[in-house]
């Protein structure tokens, strides 16, 4: 990876830095049209940046802004299943922070393990359990990025978690809150898996999200996270689920999770 030239390349593109850094994950990527856009950069003109392999993942940068909020949206994230390495996974977060960004918002869709759960709904995330064989902070590391080991007691922001619940309830919007497990996939899980990661205290499962939240909360962003409840892995509950319906089902929920996340970049 060719950080500093990508760096320096986005610096020469974009008129303004951003104040926050949103990662649109699968079937999320419509939240863009909400953006007052200056620039959109292809990843393939960014050098040395991976490239977005996932139907639902656009696969650009988004510069713009959310009424007067300067924000930079990654329309597409890369996941370790795509043979991507932890540093590459991380690189949008890593990103963020080093142009300047102070709040990091992280959409995904996952799997719902909560009985109480439905399909569509979303979920807050408050915690979560790093089940990926590896980690974004593993190697040598940088000290003007953050500390080599950072506490993990309190990751997402419970102000900006909040604040999200506060806005959900003024536009009559049904929220969940929970722990979000996040392992490497891209196999969904077995029955015997789902009742697994129930039992370890988690909420919902995904392919994504924890590594890029790892690496903002050692560069000292303040994170965020939110889940869309695609599929559930709940006994008696469990379906065969296609990725076609996976980013069908985020596409119906980013109705009610779009606004929100606006409103919520406003008063953040």
Same mark, same amino acid.
């Given at each position: 990876?060719e950080?500093?030239?990508?760096? &320096?390349? =986005?610096k020469?593109?974009?008129?303004?830095?951003?104040?926050?850094a949103?990662? +649109?994950?699968?079937?999320?990527?419509?939240?863009? @049209?909400?953006v007052?856009v200056? $620039?959109e950069v292809?990843?393939?003109d960014?050098?040395?940046?991976?490239?977005?392999?996932?139907?639902?993942?656009?696969?650009? =940068?988004?510069?713009?802004?959310?009424? &007067?909020?300067?924000?930079?949206?990654?329309?597409?994230r890369?996941?370790?299943?795509?043979?991507?390495?932890? #540093?590459?996974?991380?690189?949008?977060? $890593?990103?963020?922070?080093?142009l300047g960004?102070?709040n990091?918002?992280?959409? @995904?869709?996952?799997g719902?393990?909560?009985? #109480?759960?439905?399909?569509?709904?979303i979920?807050?995330?408050?915690?979560?359990?790093?089940?990926?064989?590896?980690?974004p902070?593993?190697g040598?590391? @940088?000290?003007?990025?953050?500390?080599?080991?950072?506490?993990?007691? &309190?990751?997402y922001?419970?102000?900006? /978690?909040?604040?999200a619940?506060?806005?959900?309830?003024? &536009?009559g919007?049904?929220v969940?809150?929970?722990?979000?497990?996040?392992l490497?996939?891209?196999? /969904?899980?077995?029955?015997?898996?789902?009742?697994?990661? $129930?039992?370890?205290?988690?909420?919902?499962?995904?392919?994504?999200?924890?590594?890029?939240?790892?690496?903002?909360?050692?560069?000292?962003?303040?994170?965020?996270?939110?889940?869309?409840?695609?599929?559930l892995?709940?006994?008696?509950?469990?379906?065969?689920?296609?990725?076609? #319906?996976?980013v069908? $089902?985020a #596409?119906?929920?980013?109705?009610?999770?779009?606004?929100?996340?606006?409103? +919520?970049?406003?008063?953040?």
């Amino acid at each position: 990876m060719e950080l500093d030239k990508i760096l &320096q390349y =986005l610096k020469s593109k974009f008129p303004f830095l951003p104040e926050t850094a949103i990662i +649109l994950g699968s079937g999320l990527g419509s939240f863009s @049209n909400m953006v007052r856009v200056e $620039r959109e950069v292809p990843y393939s003109d960014l050098p040395g940046f991976p490239q977005s392999t996932v139907k639902g993942h656009k696969g650009s =940068l988004v510069l713009g802004a959310i009424d &007067q909020k300067p924000i930079i949206a990654f329309n597409g994230r890369f996941h370790y299943y795509e043979g991507y390495s932890m #540093d590459q996974v991380a690189l949008p977060a $890593r990103i963020a922070a080093l142009l300047g960004c102070k709040n990091i918002i992280a959409s @995904n869709a996952a799997g719902g393990v909560n009985p #109480d759960f439905e399909v569509g709904d979303i979920m807050l995330i408050s915690d979560h359990i790093n089940l990926f064989p590896n980690n974004p902070l593993i190697g040598a590391n @940088n000290d003007e990025w953050g500390t080599r080991f950072p506490d993990m007691s &309190q990751v997402y922001s419970k102000n900006i /978690l909040s604040a999200a619940e506060k806005i959900a309830a003024e &536009q009559g919007t049904k929220v969940q809150k929970g722990v979000y497990a996040g392992l490497t996939g891209p196999c /969904l899980e077995t029955p015997a898996e789902y009742k697994y990661i $129930r039992v370890i205290g988690a909420d919902a499962v995904g392919m994504s999200t924890v590594p890029e939240i790892i690496a903002a909360h050692h560069m000292g962003m303040k994170c965020f996270g939110v889940s869309i409840i695609t599929d559930l892995g709940v006994e008696g509950k469990i379906v065969k689920t296609t990725h076609e #319906d996976v980013v069908k $089902r985020a #596409d119906e929920a980013a109705e009610k999770l779009n606004p929100l996340i606006k409103e +919520l970049i406003c008063r953040i």
